[in-house]
C-alpha cells in the first residue's frame, strides 16, 4: 500500500513547485511596481497593477508627500539592497498565504539609500477563477507599464496599499 503514499508525497512537492512558482512570479510583479515607484512614474504603476482606491494622482501625492514630510528624496529600486538588518529572521519581502486557498498577500518594505523608509507597499495576487495553484498573468497588466512578460502563471496583481508600518 505505498501507492497512495507515493501519491500524496508527491501532490505535496507539486503543490510546493507551484507555490515557488507563484511567488517568483509575484516577485517580478513587485519589482516592476517597485521600480516604477523609484522612477516616479506613478500613472504607469496605475496602468500596470490594478490599485485598490487610488488613482496614479492620489497615488503620487502620498508617496511624494511622505517623501516630502521625512526629507526623503526618493524610493529605492528593486535591485538595492537595504543595509542587513540586527534582527536575522528580518526579510524586506514576505508572503502571507490565504488559508482558503485563493491567493496570497505580498508585504514589501520600501527603502531609501540602503536603509529602510517605514513605508510598506502592500500587494494581493488572487489565482485566476477555479485555480489554487497559477498559471499566467494577464500580458496586459505589465504591457501598460512598458514591458509584457510572460508570467506562466494565472494571478491577478492587485494593490492594496502603501503606509507607514
Given at each position: 500500500?505505498?501507492?497512495?503514499?507515493?501519491?500524496?508525497?508527491?501532490?505535496?512537492?507539486?503543490?510546493?513547485?507551484?507555490?515557488?512558482?507563484?511567488?517568483k512570479k509575484a516577485e517580478t510583479i513587485i519589482k516592476k511596481v517597485v521600480d516604477l515607484l523609484?522612477?516616479?512614474?506613478?500613472?504607469?504603476?496605475?496602468?500596470?497593477?490594478?490599485?485598490?482606491?487610488?488613482?496614479?494622482?492620489?497615488?503620487?501625492?502620498?508617496?511624494?508627500?511622505?517623501?516630502?514630510?521625512?526629507?526623503?528624496?526618493?524610493?529605492?529600486?528593486?535591485?538595492?539592497?537595504?543595509?542587513?538588518?540586527?534582527?536575522?529572521?528580518?526579510?524586506?519581502?514576505?508572503?502571507?498565504?490565504?488559508?482558503?486557498?485563493?491567493?496570497?498577500?505580498v508585504d514589501y518594505d520600501l527603502s531609501t539609500?540602503?536603509?529602510?523608509?517605514?513605508?510598506?507597499?502592500?500587494?494581493?495576487?488572487?489565482?485566476?477563477?477555479?485555480?489554487?495553484?497559477?498559471?499566467?498573468?494577464?500580458?496586459?497588466?505589465?504591457?501598460?507599464?512598458?514591458?509584457?512578460?510572460?508570467?506562466?502563471?494565472?494571478?491577478?496583481?492587485?494593490?492594496?496599499?502603501?503606509?507607514?508600518?
Open positions: 500500500m505505498t501507492g497512495w503514499k507515493e501519491q500524496e508525497n508527491a501532490e505535496k512537492v507539486r503543490f510546493m513547485e507551484e507555490k515557488q512558482m507563484a511567488e523609484s522612477e516616479k512614474r506613478y500613472e504607469n504603476v496605475a496602468s500596470a497593477v490594478e490599485i485598490n482606491s487610488l488613482t496614479g494622482k492620489e497615488l503620487r501625492e502620498q508617496v511624494e508627500g511622505y517623501l516630502k514630510l521625512n526629507g526623503l528624496s526618493h524610493i529605492d529600486g528593486y535591485d538595492i539592497e537595504c543595509r542587513p538588518s540586527p534582527n536575522p529572521a528580518y526579510k524586506q519581502l514576505n508572503f502571507y498565504y490565504y488559508n482558503n486557498g485563493s491567493g496570497f498577500h539609500n540602503a536603509e529602510l523608509n517605514d513605508l510598506t507597499l502592500q500587494m494581493e495576487f488572487l489565482y485566476s477563477q477555479g485555480q489554487q495553484a497559477g498559471q499566467s498573468c494577464p500580458k496586459e497588466q505589465l504591457a501598460a507599464a512598458g514591458e509584457a512578460l510572460d508570467l506562466g502563471i494565472n494571478l491577478k496583481a492587485r494593490i492594496l496599499d502603501i503606509h507607514v508600518m
